[in-house]
DNA sequence: CTGAAAGCGCTTACAG
DNA sequence: CTGAAAGCGCTTACAG
């Protein structure tokens, strides 16, 4: 049973009647080999099934290539967490077409036995995603591999990071919301720790002040969450309802989307009109929001470009190239929807979807 | 730039004043080491950063402890797709705490290279994910390498497959719609090549028969969509609305929650009222089901479930055991929430997060 | 253009 | 309990 691939390169040179350096050289398609000879050894290998073995051919090269991915998550969903799995969805295409294969793995405990593990399967590079401990950047530092981080937080100037400008998408999405004509705002900010959402608050109420409604006034309100997720978002509207309400609040942000759909689910399911009474906004852009009724108005992240970037980098980084940045940012723009503005066109960024291949 | 991990098991060896042989037999953790030598390897170890070369390793013990997941999907999102995504977190945990690591892949062209990559990288098993070609199961048997196949279809008695239990799910919403009050239906069924689509149909109208409801007559509507996605689920919706009014049908089913969804938002778009005016019913229990407003109601698919069996099932093929069963269901059950009854208690479910850490 | 030989970093019988 | 030797399946100078 343990047996599966059955021949090796010695058969396959033994069939084709040449020498295994011989059959290297065509299989590989590096070194010179006579046309006649190619054609031998293809057809052999062809007649064998041949597979060659990369495990094999990475001892010798020193290059797997591979690399690891690794996320950085306390609880689920992890890759079926809407951002996080765009950003995985797009590193997978990117390496695909760089011809690089990805290790993928999942780290609840933040721990350095991923990244050990990674390193004995001897990785051409590593990408690391989320909010991981300092740590592990100081330990992956010391084997000197490439890596390149997403979607962290670091005040290490070595570390190249990739990252979306929240500070000024939240100062955007205020400009934003202030333009329609709102003066009153209620924040749910997900948790200080975490870089993005720092930042979307901070961006936020500060360009507030620079337009004239002071956020230590009672004009803006601000609830710290202690987790991103939906269910906070839940829970924090609805203990913080009454205050919402008797506030005269027109306008919430929210640091992220999913806290954004929970506290729109809760108002949507005590009967609030949105955004007659209350304008909604979040950030991320992730998929949902626009599948919302009402749509969910957001600032854009480009999950797309990150991920394909990391793996370009990253590349980059093991072909030995030198003098890269070491901060990509990533400009956000507000997307406007129902949850806003009523006015807005419904569906129409879908219409490319679903072809007239129906009845 | 390319020398990476400096030091090998000679340099290990040197450093404790040992052999080569005793010290591998210390760090793999098989053979004999007296407590002594053990120790003094481990503080060399420890000392050079050692890590050892798995790549080498997998050369001599022909066992890679590498598991290949290839997601056969045609557009994105594949990993991101919230039931997909959900599979592939469980088998990612599930992978790790069997030892195992997995090389992810998406196969937009449904071919054979991202199965040839796998078994050059000699990984030990294979899980398919998704509706695949027929000749990739050909292709992978010719290798007998062990493989499960998860959420595909193929009427091939061989091969090991875990699917849910499509048509009895399919039967429990007609049979919850009808146990509700309703007589007439309006259906969106997704892609019939598909098996759990044409199975979810096939289970919904026979039970209706069953329940003196016939599917030929006008009061089971059934409009077919070319996709399962979220735009076919508006647009078949839109295009159908005027229909669906005037036939008097009080409750929608789709046989996925992204078509259900679809449907579902272009109805709030329009202003009818759900449940009161239209039941809307889905079938996955993906998670954004039940973050929307209203709830939608859903028949379930142990997503976790199938993704750690796969993983399970795909370690005792690779131990050798034998006398599997080749066919594993799993059951579902209607998950009722607002679309189809107003009465329910919301966000009940979601109690359990965000916990008392905030303030 | 082709082949013999060495070696990648480990593990595994086999002696001692 | 420990070490010397062979070998896993390839690639890569180096001769020819």
Redesign the interface.
Known sequence: ?????NHGLRELAQLAGVSKSTASRVISGSGYASPEVRERVMRAAESL?Y??????R??VT???N?IGVIVFREK???????LY??I??EI??AS?ARGY??????DKEMSLRST??M????VDGLILVSRLRKNVIEYVK????PYVMVNGSTEDPDVIHLVSNDEAGGGRAAEYLHGLGHRRFFVIAGPGEHRSHSLRLQGFTQRLEQLGVSSSSDKVSIV????S????G???M?EHYTAFRQGGYTALFMTNDMLA??A???L??MGVRIPEEAAVMGYDNI??GG????GLSTVSVDASGIGRDAVEILDKLIQ?EAGLPRLIEYESEVIAR?STSRQLT??KE??????I???
Do not use: W
Request: net charge positive.
């Open positions: 049973m343990t047996s599966r691939m099934s597979k060659p073995n990369a495990v094999a990475a001892m020193k290059r797997t591979n689920l969903p992890i890759v079926s967490h809407p799995g765009t995985i969805d997978l295409l695909e294969s990805v290790f993928l793995k999942t050990d593990y390193l004995e399967q001897r010391r084997f000197n591999i710290p969450s202690p987790e997720s939906f269910a906070c839940v829970r924090l609805a759909l929970g729109l689910k809760f949507l399911d998929e949902l599948m919302y009724s009402p030995g129902q419904q569906g879908r219409t490319t979807c679903c072809g291949g129906n009845r």
